[in-house]
């Protein structure tokens, strides 16, 4: 048996990037496997698919309770839509700062609301949210998005207090620069799109960018029985970003 067989998982985000490669990593692994996205049109088979805002309490509510019908309930919440922002804090008005807030903070609460009467019923519950070395790591030009990923890594360990009795688990990841579509369109949004994929190689120490499926080979970690003991941390997947001194020489 596989420490996946049998795992009930639903992966926000599930359609892109590092959602995608988690849902396929799990999925491959033997677990059930439910995508929530805005757009999950590209999803296939085995996946289940479900389309949710999740900006929108209703529309989350309602495709948890589909995917929970779909899969025979829910062991694993894989926390992970969110949407990037650039800037210092005179860039982004306030709407915007709601804006994006509203999808990756509070599309983290309202999902995990709706999942944890599900998570409660499982013997193997987790929940991992894709958080950000923006958490920690002091980055340019990222205020807004670094502020909403510290949220999340604040959430995370008051999630992990709230709920470790009642056996469900809770972490995080914080992935450094990941080649995912999101990154290909900050590239192509760029005047030197080449100089500007060197310049986030350069900046972690790897001297490259980070795979999706790395992201997802630490998501699936948490998500299942092997991290049975894990709770209240977060896993760096940043090439270095968070741990070592930038090469001098
Ligand atoms: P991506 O754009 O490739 O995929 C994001 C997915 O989330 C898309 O399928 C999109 O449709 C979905 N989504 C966006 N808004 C949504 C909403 N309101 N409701 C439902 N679904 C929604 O991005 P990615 O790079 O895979 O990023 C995924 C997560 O990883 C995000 O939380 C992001 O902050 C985090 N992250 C990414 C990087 C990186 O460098 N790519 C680094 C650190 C953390």
Not at 79 to 92: F, K, L, Q, W
Request: proline share 4%.
């Amino acid at each position: 048996m596989s420490d996946f067989e049998g795992l009930r998982a639903l992966v926000t985000g599930g359609a892109s990037g590092i959602g995608r490669a988690t849902a396929e990593l799990l999925a491959a692994r033997g677990a059930q496997v439910a995508v929530l996205d805005l757009d999950p049109s590209t999803v296939d088979e085995p996946l289940l698919a479900y389309r949710a805002d999740v900006t929108d309490d209703t529309s989350v509510r309602q495709a948890v309770a589909a995917a929970a019908a779909g899969l025979g309930g829910l062991d694993v919440l894989v926390n992970n839509a969110g949407i990037g922002a650039r800037g210092t804090v005179e860039d982004n008005p306030d709407d915007e700062w709601h804006r994006v807030f509203d999808v990756n903070v509070l599309g983290m609460v309202r999902t995990a609301r709706a999942c944890l009467p599900h998570l409660r019923a499982s013997a193997h519950a987790a929940i991992v949210n894709t958080c950000s070395v923006a958490a920690t790591a002091g980055l340019p030009q990222r205020a807004l998005y670094s502020a909403t990923k510290g949220a999340v890594y604040s959430l995370t360990l008051a999630m992990a207090a709230d709920h470790v009795r009642e056996g469900i688990r809770v972490n995080c990841v914080n992935p450094g620069t990941v080649d995912t579509p999101w990154v290909g369109r900050l590239l192509d949004a760029a005047d030197d799109p080449a100089a500007e994929r060197a310049a986030l190689e350069a900046r972690q120490p790897t001297g490259r960018l980070v795979d999706a499926a790395e992201v997802a080979g630490a998501i699936a970690y948490l998500a299942s029985p092997l991290s049975g003991a894990t709770t209240g941390t977060a896993l760096a997947v940043d090439g270095g970003m968070q741990g070592l001194r930038p090469r001098t020489v």
